[in-house]
């Protein structure tokens, strides 16, 4: 950081990028691997298909693909971005991936570092970026959302691989001195409630030398409780949401969009529901891609944005949700 410029008050959106993968798993495929139905996946989740890495499709190559085309929206000077913040929970390098797509992108004076959140991680990757550009120091991030759980997913548990899907998205974001587009936001974490969903570690004992062992590194696939994960989301997303538009003074009749996690569509309805905020306003796009996690708010926000839906100034509610447990909100003005 060069000095603070405590001029600096806000943040601005400059610019949305996404990649998916080109291998598509359609509902009728994964009848052929495990015991279910395209109208059971449907009518429960509202999925149809989602995109599946195959060799070349890493979380690096997914996250500079989608932060490239964000930086080229923003029409920036690769030279001039501070800071690159990757949300995954299934880095290419545990040491982190977003280095990488430093590297890849050329981006040699932006610092990059990996943040970890699960489903919510692109919504807390945003508001810490924020934070960063805020506080004076820098003046240009892109903030990327990133998953690649096909590799992480018990293939053969029907209960959870219907729901999964991989994929990338980013934002370019700026430093402003007379507004703040991020008009407001929220987080919260509930570890208690994490046993609901979880990728942990799998360390099988291993020794080093004669009475000294070690645990080797890997992991068990996901581990969900369905039932569980789904009432929380449709309980505490609409209460994060009306509290943060309440305390910045905001009805929901002036959002123009909902932009949820996209994890099923019957939490998009009934969340929607809850806010008195109608279908046409609430983005979707799960049938298609699933749950990509940390990547599904930046994927769905950058088709709006690339079809025209989503407009300069348009008023945007969003909330992330997922692993931890932990969810967030935040209220956007998109521009
Ligand atoms: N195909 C066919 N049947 C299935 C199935 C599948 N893919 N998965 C589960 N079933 C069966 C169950 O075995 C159960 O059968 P039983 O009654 O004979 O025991 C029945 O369907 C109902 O199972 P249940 O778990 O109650 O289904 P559900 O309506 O809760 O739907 C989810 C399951 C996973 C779709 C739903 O709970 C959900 O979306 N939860 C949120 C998960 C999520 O979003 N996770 C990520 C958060 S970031």
């Known amino acids: 950081m060069e000095g603070l410029n405590f001029k600096q008050i806000g943040i601005s959106f400059k610019g949305s990028g996404s990649y998916v993968p080109d291998q598509i798993l359609t509902n009728q495929k994964i009848s052929q691997k495990v015991d279910t139905s395209n109208e059971w996946i449907k009518s429960r989740t509202g ?19 989608a932060a490239l085309a964000a930086i080229e929206m923003a029409n920036w000077d690769i030279k001039t971005i501070d800071l690159i913040v990757l949300a995954t929970s299934t880095p290419h390098d545990l040491f982190g991936s977003a280095p990488s797509i430093q590297a890849k992108l050329g981006a040699s004076k932006a610092v990059a570092f990996d943040l970890t959140a699960a489903c919510s991680g692109f919504l807390f990757a945003l508001i810490t970026a924020s934070q960063f550009l805020k506080v004076g120091g820098y003046k240009r991030a892109i903030v990327i959302g990133a998953d690649q759980l096909s590799s992480f997913v018990d293939w053969n548990d029907r209960r959870s691989c219907i729901l999964f899907g991989d994929g990338a998205g980013a934002f370019a974001i700026e430093a402003t001195y007379e507004f703040d587009n991020l008009i407001g936001f929220d987080m919260r974490t509930d570890g ?15 020794s080093i030398i004669d009475n ?17 994960v789904y009432k929380f989301a449709v309980r505490e997303v609409p209460i994060i949401l009306e509290k943060l538009l309440k305390k910045m003074k905001y009805t929901s009749d002036e959002v123009d969009w909902l932009v949820l996690h996209q994890a099923n569509q019957r939490i998009l309805d009934s969340v929607g529901d809850r806010l008195k905020i109608p279908k046409e306003k609430i983005l979707s796009n799960l049938e298609k891609y699933g749950n990509t996690s940390a990547a599904t708010i930046p994927l769905v926000m950058d088709e709006a944005i690339k079809n025209n839906r989503i407009k300069q100034n348009d008023i945007i509610a969003t909330s992330g949700f997922g692993a931890g447990l932990s969810w967030g909100a935040a209220l956007i003005k998109w521009g």
Do not use: H, W
Not at 52 to 63: A, K, P, R
């Open 47 to 65: 999925i149809s298909e989602r995109r599946i890495s195959s060799l070349g499709d890493n979380v690096t190559e997914m996250g500079y693909k």
């Open 192 to 206: 208690e409630r994490g046993c609901f969903l979880n990728l942990p570690s799998k360390n099988n004992k291993d």
């Open 212 to 228: 000294i062992d070690f645990l080797s590194g890997a992991f068990s696939p996901i581990q969900m409780n369905g039932q569980e």
